[in-house]
């Protein structure tokens, strides 16, 4: 290890990832306790606010929560194993990894998978959804699944617009929305979408380690569950609403998590989830003005699909976005998100969701600048900090929202 590199261990690394994301430190302290007895008659005194604190993140009056021991990965495989029957048609479609993994779980567990394969960069293929669902006369699909945030790609697709050309085919399927790197962090509207079942974690927009697999199911969705066919056991819906009625668990939960949660809960509440998702805006519309300062381009298509999460970035021609990557770790003490599948060595994506602010954008950027630089990219230096600094005190000055909107 050089002398530079050992600099780097000197004072707090920066983490730039899409997630797991920085952990507040009244989130932290707040899992700092005590082993607790799951099965106490107060137990639920605990447990239950936190249910009805998710319904409010979710917005959803009518849905169920669950929370399931594991990652969002779980939890999408506890909405199919618990909806659908060995063999239904599902209708799904590949646009970055994320929505290719879940492809390729719901072909694992038996599932026949109508899938429609666009760019890497574009959104959720609304259009082609509806020719399909419109031929399918007989309802023979059964479940249509929208990655609503592709992590890889820094693209968010518009759900609502699924559900409306679903309600325009008279369709009757389910909707799956993969809401991982979104819920808790962009507008996502369960009800008023009509989404029967949403999938996150706690480890994006919840500020908490993984370890928590969050699950939202509609009164549709939950009737499916009592007639569906495919095994389950651990991920059973029935299992667990019979217990989480009164907050209690069928098995034991990481309760240190669940305080944890308690305290990310409050957080948001405090700051109003309305702010919550205007400050993601903010911050990464900083960030976005900060890439195309430096002349580099995004892998989302179009502005009508930039997340407000992650933003994924194309390195110039004869750049190995690998190597950004170690400078960036290694030089300077700084993580940022690399480039999955077929965009490995080509992107780099900055995560900027959860207990994130100007600040940290800012750092974001100058790292991010020095990386690119060391690696053999031509960009200005300064100008994407610059940028940013520029919408950030416009921002400050109550133009922000309106210079974005642009």
């Known amino acids: 290890m050089t002398e530079f590199q050992q600099i780097r261990h000197i004072g707090q690394h920066h983490l730039f990832i899409p997630g797991p994301t920085n952990v507040p430190e009244e989130v932290r302290q707040a899992m700092n306790v005590p082993q607790q007895d799951m099965r106490a008659p107060d137990f639920g005194e605990f447990t239950l606010p936190l249910f009805a604190g998710l319904k409010r993140i979710f917005r959803t009056t009518d849905g169920a929560v669950m929370m399931f021991p594991g990652s969002g990965t779980g939890a999408w495989e506890a909405a199919i194993t618990n909806t659908l029957n060995p063999g ?10 994320f929505s290719t993994l879940w492809v390729k779980m719901a072909e694992m567990l038996g599932l026949e998978v109508i899938c429609v394969d666009v760019p890497w960069g574009a959104g959720v293929p609304v259009k082609e959804f509806g020719r399909i ?45 993969d809401g991982v790197s979104s819920v808790g962090s962009v507008d996502f509207r ?105 002349g580099l381009d995004l892998v989302a298509e179009h502005r009508s699909l930039y997340s407000d999460t992650v933003t994924a970035v194309r390195v110039p021609e004869g750049v190995d976005a690998r190597e950004v990557l170690r400078i960036a770790y290694d030089d300077f003490g700084a993580s940022f998100g690399s480039g999955l599948a077929r965009l490995a060595g080509k992107v780099f994506r900055i995560g900027h969701l959860g207990a994130f602010n100007d600040g940290m954008a800012l750092t974001a950027l100058a790292l991010a600048e020095l990386s690119l630089v060391r690696a053999g990219a031509s960009v ?18 109550g133009q922000g929202y309106a210079v974005a909107a642009e």
């Not at 048609?89 to 646009?95: E, G, S, T």
């Not at 992590?151 to 759900?159: E, F, K, M, P």
């Not at 200005?380 to 000055?397: C, N, S, T």
């Open 380 to 397: 200005p230096m300064g100008a994407g900090v610059a940028a940013a600094q520029a919408y950030f005190a416009d921002a400050a000055g």
């Open 133 to 177: 669902l419109g031929r399918d006369k007989d309802d023979e699909i059964k479940a249509v699944f929208v990655t609503h945030n592709e992590t890889a790609t820094g693209v968010l697709s518009d759900v609502e617009a699924v559900r409306r050309i679903m309600d325009e085919c008279f369709h009757d399927a389910l909707l799956f929305v």
């Open 190 to 294: 369960m009800d008023a979408w009509g989404v029967d079942l949403a999938v996150t974690g706690s480890q994006k927009g919840f500020m908490m380690p993984a370890g928590l697999g969050i699950l939202a199911v509609s009164p549709k969705a939950m009737a499916a569950s009592k007639i569906a066919t495919m095994r389950r056991a651990y991920f059973d819906f029935a299992d667990m609403l019979a217990m989480n009625r009164d907050g209690y668990f069928p098995y034991t939960p990481p309760t240190p998590l669940l305080h944890g949660l308690k305290a990310a809960l409050a957080l948001i509440e405090a700051e109003g989830l309305e702010n919550v998702i205007a400050r993601h805006h903010r911050l990464a519309e900083g960030i976005r003005r900060g890439v195309r300062a430096w």
């Open 88 to 97: 239904d048609k599902v209708l799904m479609a590949r646009y970055g990894q």
